[in-house]
């Protein structure tokens, strides 16, 4: 069954920093996209980043881009968001999402999605 | 990125059909065939419910369909049932450097 689980959201200060991680099992992690996406609470989704399969290419949305970056490793199958200069706009479920592939093609959609993981940002 | 603009709310009695509307833009959903919808229900994640604007993966109800003119897509539920009540998103890609912009949500009550 293909699975993606988030940890490590928390309670952190504005301006502070915070590593957040999705593991991923079921399919063949490093052949998929992977994505960020967001909702504060009440809201509705907000994408956030993008990263390729090998890691190569990066996409960030203009919200967190510059304090934002996406990561993958592939040998442990886990994606990383590393958030700097947190504002109170960040807090927010952060979840991970996989690239839905039809027919071997990239359809730009996302199927599979973890249970997220909360960050909230305040003092 | 402006979030692309969806009702607030659409309601309907158990057996009718009812219709979302997503309108975008020129360089979101009137450029590109990708407009995917997504459907959650409180405290879970979304579910991948149409994608390429009215094609539906493998699992989900024929009572999802989706469609598109210019600039504005549309999600049909017919046969509403009780279990269709969520909020549904619709999502665009966008343009190379930042390629997906979501809608602002639509509550479907049943």
């Known amino acids: 069954e293909e699975q993606l689980v988030e940890s490590g959201g928390d309670l952190v200060q504005p301006g502070g920093s915070l590593r957040i991680s999705c593991a991923a099992s079921?399919?063949?992690?490093?052949?998929?996209?992977m994505n960020w996406v967001r909702q504060a609470p009440g809201k509705g989704l907000e994408w956030v980043s993008t990263?390729?399969?090998?890691?190569?290419?990066?996409y960030y949305a203009d919200s967190v881009k510059g304090r934002f970056t996406v990561s993958r490793d592939n040998s442990n199958n886990t994606l990383y968001l590393q958030m700097n200069s947190l504002r109170a706009e960040d807090t927010a479920v952060y979840y991970c999402?996989?690239?839905?592939?039809?027919?071997?093609?990239?359809?730009?959609?996302?199927?599979?999605w973890g249970q997220g993981t909360m960050v909230t940002v305040s003092s | 990125q402006s979030a692309l603009t969806q009702p607030a709310s659409v309601s309907g009695s158990p057996g009718q059909s009812i219709t979302i509307s997503c309108t975008g833009t020129?360089?979101?959903?009137?450029?590109?065939?990708?407009v995917s919808w997504y459907q959650q229900h409180p405290g879970k994640a979304p579910k991948l419910m149409i994608y390429?604007?009215?094609k539906r993966p493998s699992g989900v109800s024929n009572r999802f369909s989706g469609s598109k003119s210019g600039n504005t897509a549309s999600l049909t539920i017919s046969g509403l049932q009780a279990e269709d009540e969520a909020d549904y998103y619709c999502?665009?890609?966008?343009?190379?450097?930042?390629?997906?912009?979501f809608g602002s949500g639509t509550r479907v009550t049943v």
């Open positions: 999402a996989k690239h839905f592939y039809d027919s071997s093609a990239y359809r730009y959609a996302f199927d599979i």
């Open positions: 079921g399919f063949s992690f490093s052949r998929y996209g």
């Open positions: 990263v390729t399969g090998p890691g190569s290419s990066t």
């Open positions: 020129s360089s979101d959903v009137g450029s590109y065939n990708l």
């Open positions: 390429e604007d009215s």
């Open positions: 999502c665009s890609y966008a343009r190379s450097s930042a390629p997906y912009v």
